[in-house]
Every structure is written in C-alpha cells, then in structure tokens.
C-alpha cells in the first residue's frame, strides 16, 4: 500500500510561503495538508481561500485541505475553486454527514471525514463505505506542535478492522504529534497518510526529514 507524507502548511514560515511551497515541491513529500480553522470550531484561525489560492499557484503536489470549521457545507465548491483535491470535513461538525460527503465527491474531490481524539471510531461505521479517507487526529484539533495522543493506535487498529469489515476503500490518515519515533508503527498498524507540520518545519533540514520519515513510512 503507498505511503503519503503531507507536511502542513500550519507550521510553515508565512514570510517565506513561496519558498516553503517550492521545498515541499521539490521534496519527497506527496501532500499539502491545508488546515483551515474558524475560531468557532476550533480555538484558532488559520487562513482562507485567498492563502489557499496563492499556495496552489505554486504548489505542484495533492492538495488534502482539512476543515475544522462549522459549517462546511456552505464551501464545498469554494474549496475546489480554490484547488482541494481531498476535502475532509469533521464528524463533530457535520449534522447531516451523508449530503456532506455527497456534496464533496459530486463536485469531484476526493471525500474525507475526520474524528477527533474523544470521538470513537464505531460512530463512522454507516458512512465508512462511501468516503475515501478517515483522518485520525492524534492531538486535540487548532493548535501545532501538541504531543501524540497514544490512545491513537488503538484507534487506528479499530478502524482498520472497521474498513476490512465493510470492504471499504477508504485509506487512513494521522494528523498530530506525527514524529519519527511514531511513524513506522502507525504504518505498520494500517495508516497510509501521515500529517507532520512543527516536526518537519522547525526541523534544521526540511526536506532531509520529510525524505526520513517517508523512508521510515515504507520501510
């Protein structure tokens, strides 16, 4: 099964972004993972369509936009006009989740559903079969640089028996605390994406460990 890093721009230098877009780029990272926050959902703003917009102008890479915001119905096709290639949107914020996920793949985005630490993984069990992706988060959601939550794993175990179950095609993501004492286990309990943001960015060498924790991903 492949192996996806997407580095988050939450944790780039904003007064560098073309040049942090352009490392990515030239990196052995696969994904832009664009967290967009309200200060409703979460406790934090993060940036809107314009950001977004200027980032894909450069960006050469899947763009996997993840929203913690209420409301998301509202810009579906906002978000793929400004260039999401896979839209997760949060069980927590999405009353009527089956015309959340409809609405995403009929505008032709990959659909995605996130859950946060408290949420268990049962409550995916009548949408699993019609999503391509569920995105763990491993520390609570709005802010970077929080430590792994190790109840992660066995969330991820659960849920990879969840889709077996069901036959789903649905792929699974972490986002929190992604590091390279973590990562090959995660890989090794069944997620395939992995959402690595103050780990990479405040790293001395960016794209030496962008090229680390892939390698430790596959391996």
């Known amino acids: 099964m492949n192996k996806f890093i997407a580095p988050s721009i939450l944790a780039a230098d904003f ?10 780029n030239n990196s052995e990272a696969d994904w832009f993972h664009i967290d967009v926050m309200d200060g409703v959902f979460v406790p934090n703003i993060s940036f809107g369509m314009p950001v977004i917009k200027a980032i894909k102008k450069h960006a050469k890479k899947t763009f996997d936009v993840h929203l913690m915001i209420v409301n998301p119905d509202k810009f579906i096709s906002d978000f793929k006009n400004a260039g999401a290639d896979i839209l997760t949107v949060h069980y927590e914020a999405c009353t009527h989740l089956h015309r959340t996920v409809q609405a ?26 019609d999503i391509d992706l569920v995105l763990i988060m491993s520390v609570n959601p709005g802010f970077g640089g929080q430590s792994f939550i190790e109840n992660t794993f066995k969330k991820v175990q659960q849920l990879k028996t969840l889709i077996e179950k069901s ?41 030496q460990t962008i090229k680390q924790l892939k390698t430790l991903a596959t391996s």
């Open 15 to 24: 007064g560098n972004l073309q040049k942090e877009v352009e490392m990515i």
């Open 104 to 129: 995403i793949k009929a505008q032709g985005m990959k659909a995605g559903v996130s859950i946060n630490p408290h949420t268990p993984v049962a409550v995916l069990e009548d949408i699993i079969s």
């Open 167 to 207: 036959a789903s095609k649905a792929i699974i993501e972490v986002d929190g605390g992604v590091t390279d004492k973590n990562i090959t286990q995660l890989s090794k309990a069944g997620v395939s994406a992995f959402v690595a943001g103050s780990f990479i960015f405040k790293s001395k060498n960016p794209t």
